[in-house]
């Protein structure tokens, strides 16, 4: 069965820091990966997918992600983090070789100070 | 992207009431849509998944008798918690995805409070 494991539940950055939060996966073959950022009392909103091809992807809002087969992971980026951007993300990873249901992590939490 | 709906996006009853939450795709043919709750804190939970016209898929632990699926057309699914009690209280979120494309989208969530 697929998994996935955020390993920091929180993290804290100032505006204008870099950010690098953490995604690992596990499963058999190349999954679909994703990340979704969702606001307090909100939904999810896709932020970017890896299917195949490039495994540098970028997404909306400035935020990219690297696939990395070797290290079975899937890491979010910016370069320059924005109050705005205070949200809890998620990372999930789905089965291209089944129905598509995604199974999410448990959540990163981004704190963003002035 | 597409568009989901859900509705309400908050909701307050009373335990041993039912209470319905729909799940509408607003531009796109939804054949499959999936039921998450998220506890505060916490990572969205997959109930269960639902196919147009045919009885859904629950995942294990949770009752399917207490957490009614309906997905009667291709733009529409509702979830409704039968007898609710306090510890139903939660996030509920749909997702929608059509037959040609890997990719779910989100509804804005339910927030269910029961007292």
């Known amino acids: 069965a697929q998994s996935v494991t955020q390993p920091d539940i929180h993290i804290t950055v100032s505006e204008g820091a870099s950010l690098e939060l953490r995604c690992n996966y596990s499963?058999?073959?190349?999954?679909?990966l994703f990340w979704y950022v969702q606001s307090p009392g909100q939904g999810l909103q896709l932020l970017l997918k890896?299917?195949?091809?490039?495994?540098l992807v970028q997404g909306i809002k400035g935020f990219e992600a690297e696939f990395k087969r070797s290290q079975s992971s899937f890491n979010l980026r910016k370069p320059s983090v924005h109050w705005s951007d205070a949200a809890e993300y998620f990372c999930?990873?789905?089965?291209?070789?089944?129905?598509?249901?995604?199974?999410f992590g448990r959540g990163t939490s981004l704190i963003v100070h002035p | 992207g597409a568009v989901v709906s859900q509705h309400p996006s908050r909701v307050i009853c009373k335990s041993g009431t039912s209470v319905k939450i729909e799940c509408r795709s607003l531009?796109?043919?939804?054949?499959?849509m999936f039921w998450y709750r998220q506890f505060p804190k916490q990572s969205l939970m997959l109930m269960a998944t639902?196919?147009?016209?045919?009885?859904?898929?629950?995942e294990q632990g949770v009752e399917k008798d207490k957490f009614l699926i309906n997905h009667a057309s291709l733009t529409l699914s509702t979830l409704t918690v039968t007898s609710a009690h306090p510890e139903d209280s939660s996030f509920y979120i749909c997702?929608?995805?059509?037959?040609?494309?890997?990719?779910?989208?989100f509804g804005q969530g339910t927030r269910l409070t029961v007292v």
């Open positions: 890896y299917f195949s091809g490039d495994t």
């Open positions: 639902s196919n147009e016209g045919s009885k859904a898929t629950y």
């Open positions: 999930a990873v789905g089965d291209p070789g089944g129905s598509y249901i995604p199974t």
């Open positions: 499963y058999g073959a190349t999954p679909y």
């Open positions: 531009d796109f043919q939804a054949t499959t």
């Open positions: 997702s929608a995805r059509d037959t040609n494309d890997s990719e779910a989208f």
